[in-house]
């Protein structure tokens, strides 16, 4: 298990990440600047914390402030690939792939280097330098690389970042596929919640420094447990609203544009809340069908404006409140994929119904 | 074909510049006449002379040629294993006092090296700061051979410094750091990643150093003197033949050798640079 539970100071910033992960990946979530290259730098030993411990998944204790322990990056056993690759210019693929092994007797080596260049499909690049290499291929190496030694960990800061979309998408595949098939523990650090959604088994939501939620991939995107963590992933509908009753698991929450149970175990029981639910996750159906069965909350909107974003159209549709007193109407945003989009002909008509299904309601504390 | 394929005389760009040839040629062409003229005209007498195969197997030529060679090359290599640390230590490490240490760095640049003669003479002369404690130990540097290297080292050892601390520099630590990662010690991350990646610079600042070296006259002539054989060099052998009054010839031909060296290290440098670039 590696656990990290660490303080740093770095002028105002202040760095104070804690979780926990097993044989899996963890997506390092979060803003540009919200520590968390930095963590990936303090479990390798290029930074020291001010304060706590790091237990590195073989049970080893690469830090603890308490008793003076500081393992040096070269005893860390950690492997580590950083956003700019830093493949040693000098030296061909197959010596930077093997720089980590070099003290292995040659045999074992030269097998090891080979059963890399196969697993990440280097055959006969193994004699380029970086340089006569594609971003592609040199993530492939800079990846070899930081396996060759066989560490228990995996440390991976945004590599995907230079190369374009289709090669990002593969990547992100083989990563995982690797990583699965050799059963580590890694890091991976991301600002596109795309590429978090697409590879974390679990996801970390950073933000200034800290860690503001963390658990398996679904959970956290289905149930942010702050208003901040539901922002920066992207929820979108983030709704005031108040818990009327609660009995049994079951919240009714109650908004000036519609009443809802929320079926949610962890959520508050009382007070004034958020209801949160995502733009893909928001049915729209026609207005002159007849409502579906009483579990999904039905809302009648007009749609004010629209977004095409490539395969998906952003919709902005506008809710009434129930009753005018209660104050402004609210926009939905919902996203929708281009084939339902034209099946349905949206484009032809301003009036759509949206149903929110109960199973994708979060809440979260308002303050 | 793209734009960029076009010939250059249709871009409104070079068009401008070739106007401005009639402007700044003449300046510029007599001032690289100024530079190659006597340059030229040296290795003219030379050749006219007849005697420059006589001239440079000279004694007096072979001596100094002998002297020069010897101690321009342990000044380097002295200058490489002091300043390597030095320089990484600049490039790498903050520390108390590093910006006096950045200013002695740079004092020997630009000072006369009459001075740093004279700087030598009253620290390690007979009757010096140090040199009284080693006269009375029994060693002598002043006026010897070791003179002649310290003087050198005193004025060439920054260009070396300077040219390696800004190699380190340019290195992005990450590579270091992900050589740790990847199990180096620090003395295997240096001479493995840190060295190579430093190489042209180290080399560009060697051949600086080493020329500068070869070149110096003021420094060696007031702390190490102009004894022939022991201290005089090929720059102090110019001096002593044109003293003695003999043939011009003498100092031609030593000059020439250092024409031809000095040329011969910065084509060399040019060399390393590209060789440099072409590694990126």
């Known amino acids: 298990m590696l656990r990290i539970d660490i303080d740093k100071r770095v002028g105002d910033f202040h760095l104070r990440p804690k979780f926990e992960a097993g044989n899996e990946l963890v997506v390092l979530f979060g803003p540009s600047g919200c520590g968390k290259s930095m963590t990936l730098q303090a479990v390798a030993g290029l930074l020291r914390p001010d304060a706590g411990r790091i237990e590195l998944p073989g049970g080893a204790v690469a830090f603890d402030a308490a008793t003076r322990t500081d393992l040096p990056p070269q005893r860390r056993s950690v492997g580590y690939v950083v956003q700019e690759l830093a493949l040693f210019p000098h030296m061909t693929a197959r010596q930077n792939i093997e720089f980590g092994i070099a003290g292995w007797p040659a045999t074992r080596r030269r097998a090891r280097a080979a059963h890399l260049v196969a697993l990440l499909g280097l055959d006969g690049l193994e004699d380029r330098r970086p340089r006569q290499?594609?971003?592609?291929?040199?993530?492939?190496?800079?990846?070899?690389?930081?396996?060759?030694?066989?560490?228990?960990l995996l440390l991976l800061d945004e590599p995907f970042s230079a190369l374009e979309a289709p090669l990002r998408a593969m990547l992100r595949r083989e990563v995982a596929a690797v990583r699965r098939r050799l059963d580590l523990t890694a890091l991976?650090?991301?600002?596109?919640?795309?590429?978090?959604?697409?590879?974390?088994?679990?996801?970390?939501?950073?933000?200034?420094g800290e860690v503001l939620q963390h658990g398996p991939r679904d959970d956290v995107l289905r149930r942010p447990r702050s208003r901040r963590v539901a922002e920066l992933l992207e929820v979108r509908n983030i709704i005031p609203g108040a818990i009327d009753a609660y009995a049994e698991g079951v919240a009714v929450v109650r908004t000036?544009?519609?009443?809802?149970?929320?079926?949610?175990?962890?959520?508050?029981?009382?007070?004034?809340?958020?209801?949160?639910?995502?733009?893909?996750?928001?049915?729209?159906?026609?207005?002159?069908?007849?409502?579906?069965?009483?579990?999904?909350?039905?809302?009648?909107?007009?749609?004010?404006?629209?977004?095409?974003m490539g395969n998906t159209h952003r919709l902005y549709m506008r809710a009434q409140p129930a009753d005018a007193d209660l104050g402004e109407p609210y926009i939905f945003e919902v996203d929708m994929p281009a084939h339902p989009y034209e099946v349905l002909g949206i484009a032809s008509r301003r009036d759509w119904r949206i149903g929110l299904t109960a199973e994708h309601l979060s809440l979260v504390p308002r303050a | 074909?793209?734009?960029?394929?076009?010939?250059?005389?249709?871009?409104?760009?070079?068009?401008?510049?070739?106007?401005?040839?009639?402007?700044?040629?003449?300046?510029?062409?007599?001032?690289?006449?100024?530079?190659?003229?006597?340059?030229?005209?040296?290795?003219?007498?030379?050749?006219?002379?007849?005697?420059?195969?006589?001239?440079i197997t000279s004694s007096l030529v072979l001596d100094s040629l002998r002297l020069s060679a010897i101690t321009s090359t342990v000044t380097l290599l002295v200058a490489v294993m002091v300043g390597t640390p030095l320089a990484y230590l600049l490039a790498r490490r903050?520390?108390?006092?590093?910006?006096?240490?950045?200013?002695?760095?740079?004092?020997?640049?630009?000072?006369?090296?009459?001075?740093?003669?004279?700087?030598?003479?009253?620290?390690?002369?007979?009757?010096?700061?140090?040199?009284?404690?080693?006269?009375?130990?029994?060693?002598?540097?002043?006026?010897?051979?070791?003179?002649?290297?310290?003087?050198?080292?005193?004025?060439?050892?920054?260009?070396?410094?300077?040219?390696?601390?800004?190699?380190?520099?340019?290195?992005?630590?990450v590579y270091e750091g992900v050589a740790s990662t990847l199990g180096?010690?620090?003395?295997?991350?240096?001479?493995?990643?840190?060295?190579?990646?430093?190489?042209?610079?180290?080399?560009?600042?060697?051949?600086l150093c080493w020329a500068r070296a070869l070149s110096e006259?003021?420094?060696?002539?007031?702390?190490?003197?102009?004894?022939?054989?022991?201290?005089?060099?090929?720059?102090?052998?110019?001096?002593?033949?044109?003293?003695?009054?003999?043939?011009?010839?003498?100092p031609i031909a030593?000059?020439?050798?250092?024409?031809?060296?000095?040329?011969?290290?910065?084509?060399?440098?040019?060399?390393?640079?590209?060789?440099?670039?072409m590694r990126v």
């Open chain 2, 1 to 55: 074909m793209t734009v960029t394929a076009a010939p250059p005389a249709d871009r409104p760009g070079v068009a401008r510049r070739a106007r401005l040839d009639w402007l700044f040629g003449p300046p510029a062409l007599l001032f690289v006449a100024f530079l190659g003229v006597p340059l030229a005209a040296l290795v003219w007498r030379a050749g006219n002379s007849g005697e420059l195969g006589n001239n």
């Open chain 2, 184 to 207: 180096a010690s620090p003395l295997r991350t240096f001479v493995r990643v840190t060295l190579p990646l430093a190489w042209p610079s180290l080399v560009a600042g060697a051949i």
């Open chain 2, 94 to 173: 903050d520390f108390p006092g590093k910006m006096i240490v950045d200013l002695l760095l740079d004092l020997p640049i630009v000072l006369p090296p009459t001075v740093a003669g004279v700087a030598l003479l009253v620290a390690l002369g007979r009757r010096g700061v140090i040199g009284q404690h080693l006269d009375a130990a029994g060693y002598d540097i002043a006026f010897t051979t070791a003179a002649v290297v310290l003087a050198q080292l005193f004025v060439s050892a920054p260009f070396y410094i300077r040219t390696a601390k800004a190699g380190f520099e340019s290195i992005e630590p």
């Open chain 1, 256 to 308: 000036p544009w519609f009443t809802a149970r929320v079926r949610d175990p962890e959520a508050p029981v009382r007070g004034d809340v958020y209801v949160c639910i995502r733009p893909e996750h928001i049915i729209v159906e026609r207005t002159d069908r007849s409502r579906r069965d009483g579990g999904n909350v039905v809302i009648d909107t007009e749609i004010v404006e629209e977004v095409p």
């Open chain 2, 254 to 277: 030593i000059s020439v050798i250092l024409v031809a060296a000095a040329a011969a290290l910065l084509l060399l440098l040019r060399l390393v640079a590209r060789g440099a670039a």
């Open chain 2, 217 to 250: 006259l003021g420094a060696t002539l007031i702390f190490a003197g102009n004894l022939r054989g022991d201290t005089q060099t090929m720059p102090l052998a110019i001096i002593s033949a044109f003293e003695s009054g003999a043939s011009i010839d003498v």
């Open chain 1, 188 to 208: 991976f650090v991301t600002h596109d919640l795309g590429e978090a959604y697409a590879l974390g088994d679990r996801i970390a939501v950073y933000d200034a």
């Open chain 1, 133 to 152: 290499m594609s971003g592609g291929q040199q993530q492939r190496v800079a990846l070899a690389r930081a396996l060759a030694a066989e560490p228990s």
